[in-house]
Antibody
Framework: QVQLQESGPGLVKPSETLSLTCNVSGVSITNYYWNWIRQPPGKGLEWIAS???????SYNPSLKSRVSISIDTSKNQFSLRLTLVTAADRAVYYCAGDKTGYNFFDYWGQGALVTVSS | SYELTQPPSVSVSPGQTARISCSGDKLGNKYVSWYQQKSGQSPVMVIYKDDLRPSGIPKRFSGSNSGNTATLTISGTQPVDEADYYC????????FGGGTKLTVL
């Protein structure tokens, strides 16, 4: 059974960097494509970035300048960094797995709420 | 940038058929997936590649995609189907629709 679990600080100061990690269990991280998706409270879903274990990445153009995503195969986890955060980055951040590479999201973590405040 | 448009809300009586639309330019040329998100929970994929159901998704969920519109159909809608539904496609980037709140009353 594939499970994803986000972890990281729930509070980040404005202009600082948001860092989250997604621990993957039940499947090797070398098998699928891995994504970050966020959802501001009460609003819709916004895709952030995607990465395969081979290193190919894809980013939402509106966030590309502030986002980086990486994979640690030794720990079977992948990570998100979002720099220069503002209040607009307050959201539930989900990690998600794509089995096929067709940009469908078969597996989702439970989500991690990140608040931006001083 | 590419946009997907969904109605904000759809209401249906139990046992009836609910249809949720998703429109976008030449959407029929792209693969569409649909996600169900119940209150306080993570999204769950209910349809992928326009009309395929993942394992474990009830047969009452079906999808279609042609022209500029994709449609999620829930036949014999049940109260447990009340949720937000999002369509999603890819156009040089992953794009989600704004979501539709399905009310079963």
């Amino acid at each position: 059974q594939v499970q994803l679990q986000e972890s990281g600080p729930g509070l980040v100061k404005p202009s600082e960097t948001l860092s989250l990690t997604c621990n993957v269990s039940g499947v090797s991280i070398t098998n699928y494509y891995w994504n970050w998706i966020r959802q501001p409270p009460g609003k819709g879903l916004e895709w952030i970035a995607s990465m395969s274990y081979r290193g190919s990445t894809s980013y939402n153009p509106s966030l590309k300048s502030r986002v980086s995503i990486s994979i640690d195969t030794s720990k079977n986890q992948f990570s998100l960094r979002l720099t220069l955060v503002t209040a607009a980055d307050r959201a539930v951040y989900y990690c998600a797995g794509d089995k096929t590479g067709y940009n469908f999201f078969d597996y989702w973590g439970q989500g991690a709420l990140v608040t931006v405040s001083s | 940038s590419y946009e997907l448009t969904q109605p904000p809300s759809v209401s249906v009586s139990p046992g009836q058929t609910a249809r949720i639309s998703c429109s976008g330019d030449k959407l029929g040329n792209k693969y569409v997936s649909w996600y169900q998100q119940k209150s306080g929970q993570s999204p769950v994929m209910v349809i992928y590649k326009d009309d395929l159901r993942p394992s474990g998704i009830p047969k009452r969920f079906s999808g279609s995609n042609s022209g500029n519109t994709a449609t999620l159909t829930i036949s014999g809608t049940q109260p447990v189907d009340e949720a937000d539904y999002y369509c999603q496609a890819w156009d040089n980037s992953v794009v989600f629709g704004g979501g539709t709140k399905l009310t079963v009353l």
